[in-house]
């Protein structure tokens, strides 16, 4: 089994490339973490947006360790920005049979900061963003590829991944 994250600072791709590559692989899933909890929630359950999201990488972590035990899938998709110790998590899930894989998307900033396809950026999130860019998410040290798509199509970015994974 591959486990494959696509990460990356907010608006950079994540989910678009994530859905695309899974309906180009025979046998994949794609999860929508932010999908795992939402915001009502975490509103409901009084979690801090850093709480949220470990609840929610806590609800992914769970699934996957189902689909691994199941053998349901043969990769497994999700798009999150991730950290140096849930990668390190993650990556612990490998053994003869289950292979972990980081892909970063690293659109330049100022492309990064433009709505992109449907979606327009609110303030918070411009900020979040230009917070993830000096925070380093587009070129984290624990990258197994790391794709400038600010030039690339969806799909262009997906043959890329795809290419690295043959």
Known sequence: ????????PINSGKSTVSKLLAEQIPNALFIE???LLSDEEQETLG??????????????SKMIVKYKKTKQYNVIIFAYPISKNLYNEWKAWEDEYTCFVNVT??????VCLQNRGNRELDAWELNRIRQMYDEGYH?????????DNSEQTPQETVNEILAFLR
């Open 47 to 60: 979690l801090s947006m850093e709480k949220g999201w470990a609840e929610r990488t806590n609800r992914l």
């Open 33 to 35: 973490v932010d999908d």
């Open 1 to 8: 089994m591959k486990i494959i994250n696509i990460n990356g």
């Open 139 to 147: 070129k984290p040290e624990f990258a197994d590829l790391i794709i």
């Open 105 to 110: 998307l690293a659109p330049r900033l100022d």
